[in-house]
């Protein structure tokens, strides 16, 4: 099964700030990638499919790169309610596995 | 509005089953599939499970092929999961997950909305 690490595990930033979260996967899964946000108590919530597409209602401050086995989540100025955990999702191949997560925190 | 509404917690034994539903409305149930995923205390999710609402056709994780099920009812428009000879390392937050109607496209799509989650708990 695909492994993907996502890094870094935790990330201080201030509201205003650019987040840059990375998800590594241990092969290839072409653009087969997918990024969603889970705040407490909730269920995880689509952000970005096939690596760069925003999910519907998604903000254009989130933006989904990369290709193969290396992407990027991107937060270009984040507002008080973007502080969460964020998972990627490989979607490329059976079975469907996700990263360990990144959680944006407030500084 | 699009909407999957899941039924309520269970508290269980070890060796028992568990059921979960979850009803969908606001969009065509049969033009969809459905994931089932997991999120252990402190976890990130797991993938267990994807069935065609049109087909019925099932993909499972290998983790769980020989004690859980994936069921659709299309006249309530409902999917369903079942979880046999439950241990205590499968308490968590049950999801299910909209997902494409054809396994082939499952690569360019995303599991949008999920569900608000049933925790089950298995415990002596």
């Known amino acids: 099964e695909i492994v993907l690490t996502q890094s870094p595990a935790t990330l201080s930033l201030s509201p205003g700030e650019r987040a840059t979260l990375s998800c590594r996967a241990s092969?290839?899964?072409?653009?087969?990638l997918a990024w969603f946000q889970q705040k407490p108590g909730l269920a995880p919530r689509l952000l970005i499919y096939?690596?760069?597409n925003r999910a519907t209602g998604i903000p254009a401050r989130f933006s989904g790169s990369g290709s193969g086995t290396d992407f990027t989540l991107t937060i270009s100025s984040l507002e008080p309610e973007d502080f969460a955990v964020y998972y990627c999702?490989?979607?490329?191949?059976?079975?469907?596995?996700f990263g360990g997560g990144t959680k944006v925190e407030i500084k | 509005q699009v909407q999957l509404v899941q039924s309520g917690a269970e508290v269980k034994k070890p060796g028992a089953s568990v059921r979960v539903s979850c009803k969908a409305s606001?969009?065509?149930?049969?033009?969809?599939?459905f994931s089932w995923l997991r999120q252990a205390p402190g976890q990130g999710p797991e993938w267990m499970g994807w069935?065609?609402?049109?087909?019925?056709?099932?993909y499972y994780a290998q983790n769980f092929q020989d004690r859980f099920t994936m069921t659709t009812d299309t006249s309530t428009s409902t999917a369903y999961m079942e979880l046999r000879s439950l241990r205590s390392d499968d308490t968590a937050v049950y999801y299910c997950?909209?997902?494409?109607?054809?396994?082939?496209?499952?690569?360019?799509?995303?599991?949008?909305?999920w569900g608000q989650g049933t925790l089950v708990t298995v415990s002596s």
């Open positions: 999702q490989q979607r490329s191949n059976w079975p469907l596995t």
């Open positions: 096939e690596a760069s």
């Open positions: 069935i065609s609402a049109y087909t019925g056709d099932t």
């Open positions: 092969q290839s899964v072409s653009s087969s």
């Open positions: 997950a909209r997902e494409v109607v054809r396994w082939n496209l499952i690569a360019r799509a995303g599991s949008d909305p």
């Open positions: 606001g969009f065509p149930f049969s033009s969809y599939g």
